[in-house]
């Protein structure tokens, strides 16, 4: 069954630390794969996807995601987080090709420390 | 880029009333949208899909007859939750197929309900 999975619930790190949020997923095809934001209240915004060609995907806000087949992965890092970075962070499959649905791992908490 | 408004952004109701929640696309034409459900601490997880002129498709274990979508023009889906209950209280996400590519969505802002 296709899955996704994010292994740490809640992460804090401090503001200017480097983040890496992990994703992994469970897909037959090959997948189409997103990173969404979160902030309390609101909708999600889209950072980042995957659907082919680079591994390492470029996103918005400063943060990149490398798809790893062999592993199963796409996990989200950022070289220096700030303070408003702090959201809700979920990792999505898109499942039967054109289709646009969705699967969503459990989602990460994002803590940032001054 | 594409914009989706939903209408109300929130709604507190009494047990056994019904609740409409509209989702609207503001400046392109969506033929298909995505009703998500998000209890809270949790991921969404799709409920239906909302297809423009025709019948919604229900993921396994969603009741079509209690949470009813209507997809009636090109830039409006309705989500009407029936004989509400406090187990119905969540917050309730729409989402459009990108213009552009089927491979994205664009989400709406959500609406929280809770049933007193």
């Known amino acids: 069954a296709q899955s996704v999975t994010q292994p740490d619930i809640h992460i804090t790190v401090s503001e200017g630390a480097s983040l890496e949020l992990r994703c992994n997923y469970s897909y037959g095809a090959t997948p189409y794969l997103f990173w969404y934001v979160q902030s309390p209240g609101q909708g999600l915004q889209l950072l980042l996807k995957?659907?082919?060609?680079?591994?390492l995907v470029q996103g918005i806000k400063g943060f990149e995601a490398e798809f790893k087949r062999s592993q199963s992965s796409f996990n989200l890092r950022k070289p220096s987080v700030h303070w408003s970075d702090a959201a809700e962070y979920f990792c999505?499959?898109?499942?039967?090709?054109?289709?646009?649905?969705?699967?969503f791992g459990q989602g990460t908490t994002l803590q940032v420390k001054p | 880029g594409a914009v989706v408004s939903q209408h109300p952004s929130w709604v507190i109701c009494k047990s056994g009333t019904s609740v409409k929640i509209e989702c609207r696309s503001l400046d392109f034409q969506a033929t298909t949208m995505f009703w998500y459900r998000q209890f809270p601490k949790q991921s969404l997880m799709l409920m239906a899909t909302s297809n423009e002129g025709s019948k919604a498709t229900y993921e396994q274990g969603v009741e079509k007859d209690k949470f009813l979508i209507n997809h009636a023009s090109l830039t409006l889906s309705t989500l009407t939750v029936t004989s509400a209950h406090p187990e119905d209280s969540s917050f309730y996400i729409c989402?459009?197929?990108?213009?552009?590519?089927?491979?994205?969505?664009?989400f709406g802002p959500g609406t929280r309900l809770t049933v007193l």
């Open positions: 995957y659907f082919s060609g680079d591994t």
């Open positions: 989402t459009s197929l990108s213009p552009v590519s089927d491979d994205e969505q664009f």
């Open positions: 999505a499959v898109g499942t039967g090709g054109n289709t646009g649905k969705l699967i």
